[in-house]
């Protein structure tokens, strides 16, 4: 009887800590999402300034006020609190500040945003004796795209070139060209946007001849497209050299004119 009574107790016993170590817990790690009012995400073009804002909803007795980014080597990138003040580690302080100090309320903003700046990121407000509350806002950064699409031809070959350039990188396809063997290549500007080129080469170049090029151009969930009608030989490029070639004559036979009647001008 007294044995049982000490397997009972014994249960109740590791029941208690068990309900114990659960409490500890989630008081450590006290998530009330719904107690805080910030925005999902936030796009914004590239080189701009954003501002991140998290509100408390409910009344706290908050210490501190903590920024910090997803996958960052330092994860607390910006603090606030009435004793030690604003604190932003080194890596952000040319670009990055509070907007709005408060213990319930907090804002930072990034200016000239780049493509690093992308991700998610906490805003913790850490609170007597419940612990840390906290929520995530995540920030997307764009650059629309610029893209062109140019053709030669050149004994009998087409060579198709379409360049795109923005962020997110764009995804180039060629929709009347699909069975056709096609090559690309990226490059990173010093802006952080990615430069995206994709060529493609006919044989035939008179199976195309007054036929439309097509070069697709995806970004995130947007499409765009670059068209060109195909002429028996890269006509414009062609039209416009013979425009500059007749102007750069016609100028210097302009000039030449001049020089000659100032001269005879001169003499007289």
Not at 117 to 134: A, W
Request: glycine share 6%; proline share 2%.
């Amino acid at each position: 009887m007294s044995r049982q009574r000490q397997m009972k107790g014994c249960h109740t016993c590791c029941l208690c800590f068990w309900d114990l170590i659960f409490c500890v817990m989630s008081m450590a790690l006290y998530s009330s999402q719904g107690d805080i009012l910030t925005e999902e995400r936030t796009a914004i073009k590239l080189g701009k300034a954003a501002t991140l804002k998290c509100t408390l909803l409910k009344q706290y007795d908050v210490l501190q006020v903590t920024w910090q980014k997803s996958g960052s080597p330092l994860p607390n990138i910006a603090t606030y609190s009435s004793t030690n003040g604003v604190n932003v580690i080194k890596d952000y302080r040319d670009h990055l500040n509070f907007t709005l100090l408060g213990l319930n309320e907090t804002a930072i903003t990034l200016w000239r945003t780049s493509v690093q700046d992308e991700g998610c990121y906490l805003c913790i407000f850490n609170t007597y004796p419940l612990g840390s509350i906290h929520d995530t806002t995540c920030l997307s950064v764009y650059e629309q795209l610029l893209g062109s699409l140019q053709y030669t031809i050149s004994d009998g070959q087409l060579n198709a070139t379409c360049i795109a350039t923005g962020w997110p990188a764009a995804i180039l396809s060629w929709p009347k060209m699909e069975k056709r063997p096609s090559k690309s290549s990226k490059m990173e500007n010093a802006n952080g946007t990615v430069t995206v080129t994709s060529w493609v080469a006919v044989n035939d170049s008179q199976s195309f001849l007054g036929t439309e090029l097509v070069c697709r151009a995806q970004q995130n969930q947007e499409e765009f497209f670059y068209r060109k009608v195909v002429g028996k030989t890269s006509g414009l490029n062609q039209v416009s050299i013979a425009l500059i070639v007749t102007a750069v004559s016609l100028s210097v036979l302009v000039v030449t004119l001049l020089v000659v009647y100032c001269v005879k001008h001169s003499r007289m």
